[in-house]
């Protein structure tokens, strides 16, 4: 059993299919690296409802999925940021950490160790930041 389970919140939203695509395959090597790497469990909104979302053509943008994501952040132990390039621009990932914040849940921080490649693969190494 983990030890706690973290919000991962990362970057999503984007005008492009296949920037939301590369942000979802980061996400999953995120939530990857937590289960093989670490003792805590890991909900990231991106990898659970991006599949959804386009299947079943629900609106990928933050206002569509902000109440129940408030909803998780609440009921979970701890918030993950995954640092990945424009994540400080990301109106989901600051308002989630200001609400995570507003709780005063610990905030853990995760950065990706090297740039994306493209095309994407699956294997990235992560690190925590102090």
């Known amino acids: 059993m983990p030890k706690e ?6 970057i999503y ?3 492009f299919s296949h920037l939301k695509e590369i942000r ?8 990857a690296f937590f289960k093989q790497e ?3 469990g890991v909900y990231s909104p991106v990898v659970h409802w991006h599949p959804i979302s386009i299947r ?3 609106p990928g943008d933050f206002h569509t999925w902000q109440e129940e994501d408030k909803k998780m952040i609440t009921l979970l132990d701890s918030f993950t940021v995954l ?4 994540w400080e621009k990301s109106e989901g990932v600051r308002t989630e950490l200001l609400f995570a914040q507003k709780l005063r849940k610990k905030i853990n921080w995760l950065r990706l160790l090297e740039p994306v490649p493209y095309p994407l693969e699956l294997r990235y190494k992560f690190k925590f930041l102090d």
């Open 38 to 40: 670490t003792d805590f």
């Open 13 to 15: 939203s984007s005008p």
């Open 56 to 58: 079943y053509e629900i």
């Open 5 to 10: 389970i973290t919000y991962l919140a990362s």
């Open 83 to 86: 640092r990945s390039e424009g």
């Open 24 to 31: 979802y395959k980061l996400a999953c090597a995120a939530c």
